[in-house]
Structures are given as C-alpha cells and as structure tokens.
C-alpha cells in the first residue's frame, strides 16, 4: 500500500522531519522557490498537513485546493494560523498542542514579569556599559509587592501563571468571556473595569478576529501611570500603535512583550524605548517543551494513521470520526 502523503508549508523540528519521514511521504513546499508546480501535482493526494505558526497560513484558499486532506496537525497550542472554522465545515480535524507547553510559557510570563516591572534587562545593560562604577543602577519605580495582577485569559496557561503568582504573594484576579469553574480568583466580566482596579496586565489570550486589539487605548488609560502590560499570548491582542503612544508619553509605567504585530517585525519606535522589555516569541523555546510538542504533532498524524482518535482536536473540529473520501 502507498503511503499517505503530508504537505509541510513550513519549515518543521527535525525530530518531527525524521518521524513523519518514516511513515509518511512528505512534501516540503518551502524547499522550492515556486511552490505552484510541486502543489499541482501532489494536491489531490495529500491527506494532511503538517504545520506550525509562522509558516504559511492554512486558509480557505489551500484547503480548497486540498480534496483529500483530512487533517490539519499544528505544531502549537495557538492555532490562528490555521481556518479552523472552515476546516470544520469540510469535516478536517485540526489539532495542536496543548498541555506540553503550559508551564514553560508560564515559566516565561513570570520570567518577563519579573524584567519588567524590576528593569533587570536595563540594568544587566548599565552593568555591561561599565556604567557601575560611577553609581548605582537607579532605584525602580516597580515592584511586585505592591501589585495586583489581572490575567486577561485564564486558561491552561493563565491559570499556570496564576498559580506561580500566588506563590509570589501576588494578588490574582482575571478577565475571561466566561468565569472559569475551579478557580477562586475574582472574576471580571469586563476588561476595562478589571483594569482600573488593578495596576498589571499579563495576557495570554489566543489570536484571531474575536481578541484583535483587544487591548488597547481604553485598557492603558484605565491602568493608569503605575500600569504594566504583559503580552505572551499573540501579537495582535494588544493595539502596538496605541502601546507604543502610551509608553513614550507615559501613561503606562511598562510593557513586556514575548509576541508581536507582525513577527518577525517588531517597530523601531517599540526597540527605542527604555520602558519595555521585549522578547522574540521565546515562551515555549526550550529544547525539551519544543521536542515534546514535535511529539504531539507526530501523535496526532500517527493516530489519524492509525485510524485511532487524535489526542488533541481543537474547539472547532471536535473528534467524531475521520473523514471517508
Ligand atoms: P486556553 O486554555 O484555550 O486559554 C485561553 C483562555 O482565553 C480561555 O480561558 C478563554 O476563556 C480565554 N479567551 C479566549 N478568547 C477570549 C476573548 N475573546 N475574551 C476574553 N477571554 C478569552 O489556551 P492556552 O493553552 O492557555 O493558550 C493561550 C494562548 O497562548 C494560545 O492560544 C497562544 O496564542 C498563546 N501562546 C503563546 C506562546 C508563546 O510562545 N508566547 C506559547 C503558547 C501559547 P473563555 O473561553 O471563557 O473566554
């Protein structure tokens, strides 16, 4: 029997490479400078993706093309680069990888939490500048002792970052569209009155058209001069125009950013600034989370294989039976 044949739009781990290849034929379209020819011959026989974020976009156009494709397998627990939505509607399963990445991205939050609000970036510089010497690094205007954090997504990674919160002895209150069932912390139905009763924001909320800019003009005015932004969530959550106005005039005290805009584009005006701490999409970026999330990927296209259930279908595509062509 031939074996099912997966489109890579994007580049991938080499443990995934190496684990799909033994399986599966797989066609790697970002080794070609034109794509066209190569995806005219395969696409009436390719059977699923494998994919992740910051590769191209999995969207209506390409599943059109697609009649076969049964299955959507994102490296990632974000998944607004894939038309889940429309996936659906031709009974595709999309999948990502939850749970492997929680506590390393909450690992990060706290990590670009603490940078941010102590400045250990800006003075790890004044150190390295040689500038100790001449005196000591200013006195920050930012402390965790005085604040209280409003998560904006209290989901799997929120609640991890929660959790590390209460062991800091940090006050925790979080805004979701709907009140999470097994957590005590208070809950905000609306952002903007969460965010004038506290002073910190860290999002983890997930990308696409219902959480653009969410975070905006209005959030920052309402967390006022004391006001700390955190973004490890997406990129576009959060107004960059409107952020980068807040912090060069000051009416927020900081922002940390892991996620942006358009990555890998991160604006000048953004870099120039001494307010912020700014990281390149690093939350999951370890050895061991990134290797353990390739595993998912390749356990999910083994069960589909397989003709067993996948271990992680997202909201969307619910799991209830694989597509018969
Ligand atoms: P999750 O468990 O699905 O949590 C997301 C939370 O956001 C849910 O509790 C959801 O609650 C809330 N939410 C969704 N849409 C909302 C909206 N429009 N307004 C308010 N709240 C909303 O997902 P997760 O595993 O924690 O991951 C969260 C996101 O983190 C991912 O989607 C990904 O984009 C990002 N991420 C970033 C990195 C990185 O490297 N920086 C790594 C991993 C993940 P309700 O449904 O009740 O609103």
Not at 5 to 13: A, D, H, K, Q, Y
Not at 104 to 128: H, I, M, S
Not at 225 to 247: F, K, M, Q, S, Y
Request: charged share 25%; with cysteine.
């Amino acid at each position: 029997m031939s074996r099912p044949e997966i489109l890579m739009p994007g580049r991938m781990l080499k443990s995934v490479n190496d684990a799909l290849d033994q399986r599966f034929t797989v066609h790697r379209l970002y080794e070609l400078a034109d794509r066209e020819p190569l995806l005219a011959e395969v696409a009436p026989r390719i059977r699923a993706i494998a994919c992740g974020g910051g590769g191209p976009i999995i969207d209506k156009a390409l599943i059109d093309r697609l009649p076969a494709l049964e299955i959507v397998a994102n490296f990632g627990v974000g998944y607004d680069n894939v038309d889940a939505k429309y996936a659906a509607t031709k009974g595709i399963i999309v999948t990502n990888t939850p749970d492997v990445l929680t506590e390393e991205v909450a690992d990060t939050a706290l990590g670009l939490l603490l940078n941010t609000v102590r400045e250990f970036p800006q003075a790890e510089r004044y150190l390295r500048a040689g500038k100790w010497p001449r005196g000591p690094y200013p006195l920050t205007t930012g402390t965790l002792r005085d604040r209280t954090v409003g998560i904006v997504g209290l989901g799997r990674i929120g609640k991890a970052i929660a959790r590390r919160l209460q062991a800091f002895d940090v006050p925790v209150v979080y805004h979701n569209r709907s009140p999470q069932p097994d957590v005590s912390y208070r809950y905000y139905p609306d952002l903007i009155t969460m965010a004038k009763e506290v002073d910190t924001i860290v999002s983890v909320l997930p990308g696409g058209a219902a959480t653009d800019k969410l975070i905006g003009r209005a959030v920052f005015d309402a967390l006022g001069p004391r006001g700390i932004v955190v973004n490890i969530g997406r990129g576009t959550v959060v107004d960059e125009a409107a952020l980068i106005e807040a912090l060069t005039e000051k009416r927020i005290l900081g922002a940390g950013l892991d996620v942006f805009e358009k990555e890998p584009q991160v604006p000048e005006a953004l870099i120039a600034l001494e307010n912020c701490v700014l990281l390149p999409h690093v939350g999951s970026a370890s050895l061991y989370t990134r290797d353990a999330m390739g595993q998912r990927v390749i356990d999910n296209l083994t069960a589909w294989d397989e003709g067993k259930p996948p271990l992680s279908p997202v909201g969307e595509t619910p799991f209830t039976g694989w597509k018969t062509k």
